[in-house]
């Protein structure tokens, strides 16, 4: 599918997409940057990031690139305070770094729990909270976008991430009424299964049986996702806020969400 969006709608604004060296965010970085945005993109590994940096500076995007760790409070002010410097001040964040692993709710592990939670709940305020002060709210014009699960029935198979990304949620209602008042609108986007680098980890019999559980019976794009992040920052959706967007062919309607293990028959 092409791009149904005008070239230059995001022209004169900066798109922090945190987690933008690869998969969905690398798709949201991409759009973004071809609408006119200069593009700043985070991730853990330097090399990730170059690959994904040399995509799109071949695309004629202009992009600013950091290694930082968004659990790490110091990594995300020193990463928002270099977007400034580099590109301008953010007018836009992406929230959509994150990931987890599939495990029963009896075998996580403390650290399991924690690094998730961290990574998911904590990345996404401690970047939302720097960006939104230094940014944002002093030039009263900004645009959040939080990635998050589809969490409506909860999330047996990944007890963890279900926790955090419920609480993000939670997080977009409360910032959409607080900083209403600053001109900054938050929403988050639940995805279904999509085929990404992400799931590319994930054994391909469990994706199978998302893809059957899914009434649209395929598993969605990072390029679809990445349309919907476009209206979502665009001006088109400057009335929305504090509402979370399904994208996933109808799964949270309908069929299990993820597998989870049969009962063991010698309990
Ligand atoms: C249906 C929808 C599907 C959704 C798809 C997507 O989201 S696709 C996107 C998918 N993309 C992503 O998920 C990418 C981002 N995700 C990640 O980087 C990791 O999943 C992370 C969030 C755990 C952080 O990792 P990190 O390197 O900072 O963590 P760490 O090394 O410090 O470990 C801390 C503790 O975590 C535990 N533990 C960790 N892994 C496993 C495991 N496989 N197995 C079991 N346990 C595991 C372990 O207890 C460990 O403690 P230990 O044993 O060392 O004492
Ligand atoms: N694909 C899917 O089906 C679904 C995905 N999602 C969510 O969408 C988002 C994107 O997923 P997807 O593109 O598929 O998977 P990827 O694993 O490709 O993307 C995750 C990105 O986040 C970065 N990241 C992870 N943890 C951190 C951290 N602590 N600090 C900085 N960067 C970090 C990773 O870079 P690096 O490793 O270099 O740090 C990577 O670029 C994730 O939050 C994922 O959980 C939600 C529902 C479904």
Redesign the pocket.
């Known amino acids: 599918m092409g791009n149904i969006f005008r070239a230059s709608l995001f022209d004169g604004h900066t798109a922090i997409v945190?987690?933008?060296?690869?998969?969905?965010?690398l798709a949201i970085a991409t759009q973004l940057g071809e609408l006119g945005a200069r593009v700043a993109i985070?991730?853990?590994?330097a090399e990730?990031?170059e690959t994904a940096k040399a995509t799109l500076v071949q695309r004629g995007i202009q992009v600013h690139t950091a290694v930082?760790?968004?659990?790490e409070p110091e990594q995300v002010a020193t990463f928002v305070d270099g977007v400034a410097h580099a590109l301008g001040p953010a007018t836009i964040l992406v929230n959509?770094?994150?990931?987890?692993f599939p495990t029963t709710a009896e075998q996580v592990t403390a650290r399991g729990w924690e690094a998730v939670v961290r990574?998911?709940l904590n990345?996404t305020f401690f970047m939302t909270q720097a960006v939104a002060t230094k940014h944002m709210i002093p030039a009263r014009r900004g645009r959040i976008l939080n990635?998050?699960?589809?969490v409506r029935r909860g999330f047996p198979g990944m007890v963890h991430?279900g926790a955090a990304r419920a609480g993000v949620e939670n997080l977009t209602k409360t910032l959409a009424v607080e900083w209403a008042q600053y001109n900054v609108q938050v929403n988050a986007i639940a995805?279904?299964?999509?085929k990404?680098?992400?799931?590319d980890?994930y054994p391909p019999e469990l994706l199978e049986v998302s893809r059957k559980q899914t009434p649209a019976k395929r598993l969605g794009t990072?390029e679809e996702v990445a349309h919907l992040a476009t209206y979502l920052t665009s001006d088109a959706a400057s009335f929305v806020t504090g509402e979370t967007w399904y994208i996933d062919g109808g799964a949270n309607l309908w069929g299990d969400n993820w597998p989870i293990p049969d009962p063991d028959p010698a309990m």
């Open positions: 945190t987690g933008g060296g690869s998969g969905i965010g985070l991730g853990r590994k990730r990031l930082c760790d968004i659990r959509n770094a994150g990931g987890q990574n998911n990345g990635i998050i699960a589809n991430t995805p279904g299964v999509i990404s680098s992400g799931t980890q990072p």
